[in-house]
C-alpha cells in the first residue's frame, strides 16, 4: 500500500517568507509526527499528533513554527518569517497506535527546506 | 532528557567484513530501542528493534542486543555486502511517544 507521502520535496524559499509542508500519512494511521533533521545530524521531534489534537508539542522551536491536522489525516507544518537557521530536511511519521503495541513509526522521504 | 550516543563515522568496511556500530543512550525508565537506515536517496526506515532487556532485535543479518546493564545496544553483521552502504541511526522511545535519535553513522563498503 501506499507510505507516508511529503510534497514539495524541495522547496527554496527566501529569508523572511512564509512556507507550508504537507504530509499525508499511510491510511488509518492514528498518530502522525513531524521531526527535522539538519545536515550531519539525526531527526530531532517537532510534534505528535493523536487523531486532531497535538499530544506534545515540546519540540518546536518557537512560534514561528506551528502545525495542524484538521481532519485527523493530512498535516501541514507552517513555518512563518522563515530564516537561514530553519533549512532542513523535515521529516514527517505516522503510526497505528491501535496496532497493539506494533507502533512501528513510518517515515516519509522529506522535504528538503532552503532558506536563502 | 533521553539522549543517544553512537559512534560518529564514517566506516568504511570491505565486502565481507565484520561490522559494529556502538551505541549507547541515557533514559529514564525502560525504554524501546531502534536501529534505522538510510539508503542513498531514500527515507528513513525501520531496520530492528528491541523493547525490553537482553531482547535481541535482528533482520537482513543484522543485529542488536538490549543491554540495559549496560545501557547499549550496538549493531553487528557478519559479513557485510555492497549493498549495505547507508546511514545507520540509532534511537530509543522513552515514555512517551517520541524516538530521540543518534547521529547517525555513514558506513561505506566497498567491493
Known amino acids: 500500500g501506499a507510505g507516508v507521502s511529503q510534497t514539495p520535496s524541495n522547496k527554496v524559499t527566501e529569508k523572511g517568507k512564509y512556507v507550508e509542508l504537507r504530509c499525508d500519512p499511510i491510511s488509518g494511521h492514528t498518530a502522525l509526527y513531524w521531526y527535522r533533521q539538519s545536515l550531519g545530524q539525526g531527526p530531532e521531534f517537532l510534534i505528535y499528533?493523536?487523531?486532531?489534537?497535538?499530544?506534545?508539542d515540546s519540540g518546536l522551536p518557537n512560534d514561528r513554527f506551528f502545525a495542524v491536522r484538521p481532519e485527523g489525516s493530512v498535516s501541514t507544518l507552517k513555518i512563518q518569517r522563515t530564516e537561514r537557521g530553519d533549512s532542513a530536511v523535515y521529516l514527517c511519521?505516522?503510526?497505528?497506535?491501535?496496532?497493539?503495541?506494533?507502533?512501528?513509526?513510518?517515515f516519509g522521504p522529506g522535504t528538503r527546506l532552503t532558506v536563502l | 532528557g533521553d539522549s543517544v550516543t553512537q559512534m560518529e563515522g564514517p566506516v568504511t568496511l570491505s565486502e565481507e567484513a565484520f561490522l559494529t556500530i556502538n551505541c549507547t543512550y541515557t533514559a529514564t525508565g525502560y525504554p524501546s530501542l531502534f536501529w534505522y537506515v538510510q539508503y542513498p536517496g531514500e527515507g528513513l526506515q525501520l531496520l530492528l528493534k528491541?523493547?525490553?532487556?537482553?531482547d535481541k532485535g535482528s533482520n537482513k543479518g543484522f543485529e542488536a542486543t538490549y543491554r540495559k546493564e549496560t545501557t547499549s545496544f550496538h549493531l553487528e553483521k557478519g559479513s557485510v555486502q555492497v549493498s549495505d552502504s547507508a546511514v545507520y541511526f540509532c534511537a530509543l522511545r522513552g515514555s512517551n511517544y517520541k524516538l530521540t535519535f543518534g547521529k547517525g553513522t555513514l558506513l561505506t563498503v566497498n567491493p
Open positions: 528491541a523493547t525490553k532487556a537482553d
Open positions: 499528533f493523536q487523531g486532531t489534537g497535538a499530544a506534545d
Open positions: 511519521a505516522s503510526s497505528d497506535l491501535s496496532a497493539g503495541g506494533l507502533d512501528e513509526q513510518f
